[in-house]
């Protein structure tokens, strides 16, 4: 009868435990949440760190980076849909640069899940991608965002007190940047002449 009671108990036990663990798993970022708190390291190259604004730190917060909107693109190196939509990734930036309107307003970072800051470097190098890109090599930040597998997308409007929204979150990019572009300006809410 004791041993029984035990037994049902210990069952109990167990299920409190993995429904707790299960309500508190970090998800993906909500459309219309926050971005769970994580820090980056400053790139050490002078032209990354203008581009985001990023004079006399070591490490920052998204809603540091001098924009109206941050696009974040989480991505690994080992993925082969991260790899096929660097070139589209490029074009989207490309796209940003060479807008008046948008070159200053909106960024574009990527960070690399699980990857060293050698691997990043790889794949920086071989995509030949020209913004800036951050490892994530324990996958800390990963973790945070619940996980998410790659290539997973999320924008990001910050407002002028520091706080910020996340107006996108998506698995998968686009194969058309323009298109792209045009549903991250509506979408955040940009007003663009």
Request: with cysteine.
């Amino acid at each position: 009868m004791i041993a029984k009671s035990l037994k049902h108990l210990l069952i109990v036990l167990l299920a409190a435990i993995v429904s707790f663990a299960i309500a508190n798993a970090a998800q993906a970022p909500q459309e219309g949440g926050t971005l769970p708190d994580f820090e980056l390291k400053v790139p050490d190259n002078a032209q990354e760190r203008d581009y985001l604004g990023l004079a006399g730190k070591s490490r920052f917060t998204i809603s540091q980076i001098k924009a109206d909107v941050v696009i974040i693109e989480i991505f690994s190196m080992y993925c082969p849909h991260c790899q096929r939509e660097a070139p589209t990734m490029n074009d989207f930036y490309n796209r940003i640069q060479a807008s008046d309107e948008l070159r200053d307003r909106v960024k574009l970072i990527g960070i690399g899940v699980g990857n060293s800051a050698y691997e990043v470097d790889f794949f920086r190098k071989q995509y030949k991608v020209p913004f800036p890109l951050f490892e994530d090599g324990e996958f800390a930040i990963h973790q945070l965002l619940g996980e998410v597998r790659t290539p997973f997308f999320i924008g990001v409007r910050l407002k002028p007190d520091g706080s910020h929204r996340v107006f996108y979150s998506k698995l998968g990019g686009s194969k058309d940047a323009g298109r792209l572009l045009e549903e991250m300006v509506q979408r955040s809410g940009l007003a663009v002449p």
